[in-house]
């Protein structure tokens, strides 16, 4: 009776005999969750439902689930926007984006925008009868509409002053001009009573920026300044003025010190700038130092030092 006892408990508590192997209801190979309890996960399942084509052949997956960028963007961009990528990275031979600005001259004659550029960054833009909300975006007044021509760069320059000096000689145009002996920006607003005056006038100065170089330093002379001119630089405009563009302060006063040390009574007034040197006096005063000093800085004239 004990060894009936015995095997009845022994079968209760599992010993001696192997309990039967728990299946995985999620498949070989899945982990059960924390605790030994098993819970069967649906997403895997209906995965599985959601790969499986009619006819219970599983779909083949693609070898590479990674498409490549170029891939990528011929298969999932439209084609306009492919096209905006490439032109927007698309540069010329000189490192400029290749897409420029429109010209306004193809664009007819009445139109509002820039009409060319220097080599130099001058640039020169035209807006025929400007509507009267934008005129004090130019320092303007409120007015019927004005025809408008701005000539404008991101740095000052003495070589600009000397260009609107002469390109506006014989115009009947009234400029305003903002320029800084700092090296600030520039802009020349160009009005008139005639509209086709400040085209012409315009045309005029946009040619004569175009054929500045603006390679290595130069020698710039007015014998009689406007008085444009003399109020910019800062001069008399009853004296002649010349500007040697291009040199250092350093090399200003290597110059002077050649000049006087053969004339140590200059007759003349100077002014060292960072980028210039500016003398003036009278004609003859001027046109002495003038010639005294290309001689001196023919080195730097001519790009030799």
Known sequence: MSD????????????????????????????????????????QENRHKRLNVPGGAAAAMPESSSPSGREFIENSLS?????????????????????????????GDRCAGMIGRSAGGVRCWYYPDLSPRLCPEFGLYPSPPVTLGIVSADASAPGQLFVLEEALKNETVKAEVTWSREGGPFEARLTAKEPDAVRRALDRLCAAFQRETGDGPRILVS?????????????????????????????????????????PNPDFRYRMEPAYLVITGKKDSVSEAV???????????????
């Open 291 to 305: 010639r005294a000093l290309r001689q001196a800085a023919e080195p730097y004239l001519s790009g030799r030092e």
């Open 4 to 43: 009936l006892l015995k095997a009845v408990v022994e079968e209760a508590l599992g010993r001696g005999t192997k309990a039967p192997a728990r299946v995985n209801p999620l498949g070989p190979g899945a982990s059960p969750q924390p605790g030994g309890f098993l819970r069967p996960n649906y997403q």
């Open 223 to 263: 014998p009689e300044p406007s008085a444009m001119l003399a109020r910019q630089l800062g001069t008399g405009q009853d004296e002649s003025v010349a500007v040697i563009e291009g040199l250092s302060r350093y090399r200003s006063v290597a110059l002077l010190d050649l000049y006087m040390k053969k004339n």
């Open 79 to 107: 084609p306009l926007l492919r096209l905006a990528l490439v032109q927007g990275k698309t540069e010329s031979a000189e490192g400029a984006p290749a897409a420029a600005e429109p010209s306004c001259g193809e664009r």
